[in-house]
């Protein structure tokens, strides 16, 4: 399933969820008319108001306030009678609604917090991209998926050479703003089910999901192509060592496939920085191969 049948899954399930909630508090209704005015059932509305406003969000909560306030009121009406004044059951589903709507905000607006504090633990607070720590969830994810339907998948390890000389010589704003333009490139030119992270300091990994050696490699040769004519447009002398693993043999671990690939990473290093080296665990044997950049 895509990206964009995931996203149509999850509307119909928050649509599904809602109409759930429009019939329990229409229901709640119905038992407030058949037990008539003297038992109080309003607590009863704040399941379906809560539900909907955690689950759903916001407007759902608020449709639910609604409907659970007219609900309430139609049973009233019917119940007339009942009353001293015609007007106080308006005037009760007005204050019924506003207790609605403030609990189905603060539900809401915890919930909001909360995944936006989800989402700062697993971001990296400079570059807006994943942090190591998401990187492990969503690697073994797909580490989990490719050992399943027997898919291929690469992962790349990006160090940029030279780093510390552009924070000793043009200061940490100029380092920050490198390292940023470099998020930025690699997400521009990775698809939206790969997973872009930054391990730390100048490493960046990539995990390029259902991907057999040879797109790995063009993806890892045209990225560093992009990346250092950036750095030349912007006068900064920095160049590129990447590390490629393919594996066609899925790795028991997300430890094991990063130790692969920084192995490849320190041996472009090693041999003069600002290469590639790129290596395939094949069903039958390791393929090695390196690439001058």
Not at 108 to 129: F, P
Not at 190 to 205: C, K, L, N, Y
Not at 253 to 265: C, R
Not at 273 to 285: D, F, Q
Request: aromatic share 10%.
């Amino acid at each position: 399933m895509n990206q964009a049948d995931n996203n149509i899954f999850n509307r119909y399930q928050k649509f599904l969820l809602t109409a759930f909630c429009l019939t329990l508090a229409s229901a709640i209704g119905v038992l407030r008319y058949l037990t008539g005015p003297e038992l109080a059932l309003s607590l009863f509305y704040l399941f379906p108001i809560g539900l909907a406003s955690w689950y759903v969000g916001r407007w759902s909560g608020v449709l639910i306030s609604f409907a659970s306030a007219v609900s309430w009121l139609i049973a009233d009406l019917m119940m007339l009678n009942s009353f001293s004044n015609i007007y106080i059951p308006y005037l009760n589903e007005s204050f019924r609604l506003i207790v609605f709507l403030i609990v189905s905000y603060i539900i809401s607006g915890l919930k909001a917090s909360l995944d936006n504090h989800r989402q700062l633990a697993r971001t990296d607070h400079l570059t807006g991209i994943y942090n190591r720590r998401a990187f492990f969830d969503l690697a073994n994810m797909e580490l989990h998926k490719a050992r399943r339907y027997q898919t291929p998948l690469s992962i790349l390890y990006l160090d940029i050479d030279n780093f510390k000389h552009i924070n000793d010589h043009y200061g940490h704003h100029i380092g920050d703003q490198l390292l940023r333009l470099v998020a930025k490139t690699i997400k521009n030119h990775v698809r939206a089910i790969d997973v872009t992270a930054r391990f730390g300091g100048d490493e960046f990994g990539i995990l390029l999901a259902e991907t057999a050696s040879g797109p790995a490699s063009m993806v890892a040769r045209k990225l560093q192509e992009q990346l250092i004519e950036l750095m030349q447009h912007n006068g900064w002398p920095v160049t590129f060592s990447t590390g490629i693993v393919t594996f066609e043999i899925i790795p028991a671990s997300v430890d094991e496939m990063l130790e692969a690939v920084d192995a490849q990473m320190y041996l472009a290093k090693k041999q003069g920085k600002n290469r590639s080296r790129h290596k395939t665990v094949a069903h039958r044997k390791i393929v090695p191969a390196m690439v001058n950049s």
